[in-house]
T-cell receptor, first 116, second 112 residues
Framework: NAGVMQNPRHLVRRRGQEARLRCSPVKGHSHVYWYRQLPEEGLKFMVYLQKENIIDESGMPKERFSAEFPKEGPSILRIQQVVRGDSAAYFC??????????????FGEGSWLTVV | AQSVSQHNHHVILSEAASLELGCNYSYGGTVNLFWYVQYPGQHLQLLLKYFSGDPLVKGIKGFEAEFIKSKFSFNLRKPSVQWSDTAEYFCAALGGTDKLIFGTGTRLQVFP
């Protein structure tokens, strides 16, 4: 399966703990997006990254949330000191952002975070 | 700012009925448009996409969408829905910001 891989698929954390969500993009894709889907809501853009570079983080909450996409390894979305309101599905997507690859963005299966 | 509007929040149909889901975007430049489907508890799957060329785009599972530039619209259609089409449908636009912006989604329920 050469698609976008996210893990863990389901994560339960107590309030105050940290959550780390990982995303491996489609092989050869250099751009990664993170979206959050709250219950009964649509998908909200959080952050757009290129390897070793944050391109747009305008959708990221100002505190507790951070994202990275290192030169080697998966992209990580990190949520510190989680609160109940962080419970949501977090979707990662990747794009080749090349002329040949076009602008199609492929989504992973999501990571469901539950904060208890 | 770039935005996507889906005016139908919840649509209920009987099997074999025709479907049209509205999608309007606001962006004056070149835009790429997408429809994604999300079945209950699952991830998003791409139904179809429009980059350029023929404004009538055919996708998977019998869906199609028409890009009408003058109306800033990209409505999704299917002539005859099935129970298995029950899902949430998201319209999305990719413009100059490189951010894929989603509409709020339309929940479709199809009854046998």
């Amino acid at each position: 399966n050469a698609g976008v891989m996210q893990n863990p698929r389901h994560l339960v954390r107590r309030r105050g703990q940290e959550a780390r969500l990982r995303c491996s993009p489609v092989k050869g894709h250099s751009h990664v997006y993170w979206y959050r889907q709250l219950p009964e809501e649509g998908l909200k853009f959080m952050v757009y990254l290129q390897k070793e570079n944050i391109i747009d983080e305008s959708g990221m909450p100002k505190e507790r949330f951070s994202a990275e996409f290192p030169k080697e390894g998966p992209s990580i979305l990190r949520i510190q000191q989680v609160v109940r309101g962080d419970s949501a599905a977090y979707f990662c997507a990747s794009s080749p952002r090349s002329r040949n690859g076009g602008n199609t963005i492929y989504f992973g299966e999501g990571s469901w975070l539950t904060v208890v | 700012a770039q935005s996507v509007s889906q005016h139908n929040h919840h649509v209920i149909l009987s099997e074999a009925a025709s479907l049209e889901l509205g999608c309007n975007y606001s962006y004056g430049g070149t835009v790429n448009l997408f429809w994604y489907v999300q079945y209950p508890g699952q991830h998003l799957q791409l139904l179809l996409k429009y980059f350029s060329g023929d404004p009538l785009v055919k996708g998977i599972k019998g869906f199609e969408a028409e890009f009408i530039k003058s109306k800033f619209s990209f409505n999704l259609r299917k002539p005859s829905v099935q129970w298995s089409d029950t899902a949430e449908y998201f319209c999305a636009a990719l413009g100059g910001t490189d951010k894929l912006i989603f509409g709020t989604g339309t929940r479709l329920q199809v009854f046998p």
